[in-house]
Nanobody, 120 residues
Framework: QLQASGGGSMQAGGSLRLSCAAS?????IGWFRQASGKEREALAC????????YYVDFIEGRFTISSDNAKKTVYLQMNNLTPEDTAVYYC??????????????????WGQGTLVTVSS
């Protein structure tokens, strides 16, 4: 089971930390988002075994993924938010050996999303 939380409404330039709590065994967890009328896009992912992480280029250092393995929780720290970051944010589990490529189809189990709204 996956549960994403931490979304909310804020002004541009602010920061948010999203959490993804997982139960059971995971191999890698990724964060994705889907804005209204757009396709779901990948953001970042992290290994559950060695904490190696990968990001998509457009994040440009604004987002940081991390994990607390003892709590089985993965975080997404988002800084300098803009209205373009408004979306439903999802976390998902991958058991694929190429999880680091952040291919949506290789993420097999999805939690409910959490809404982030950024106003100008």
């Amino acid at each position: 089971q996956l549960q994403a939380s931490g979304g909310g409404s804020m002004q541009a330039g602010g920061s948010l930390r999203l959490s993804c709590a997982a139960s059971g065994h995971t191999f890698a967890i990724g964060w994705f988002r889907q804005a209204s009328g757009k396709e779901r896009e990948a953001l970042a992912c992290i290994s559950s075994t060695d904490d190696s992480s990968y990001y998509v280029d457009f994040i440009e250092g604004r987002f940081t993924i991390s994990s607390d393995n003892a709590k089985k929780t993965v975080y997404l720290q988002m800084n300098n938010l803009t209205p373009e970051d408004t979306a439903v944010y999802y976390c998902a589990i991958s058991w694929s050996t190429t999880w680091y490529l952040l291919k949506r189809l290789e993420y097999n189990y999805w939690g409910q999303g959490t809404l982030v709204t950024v106003s100008s």
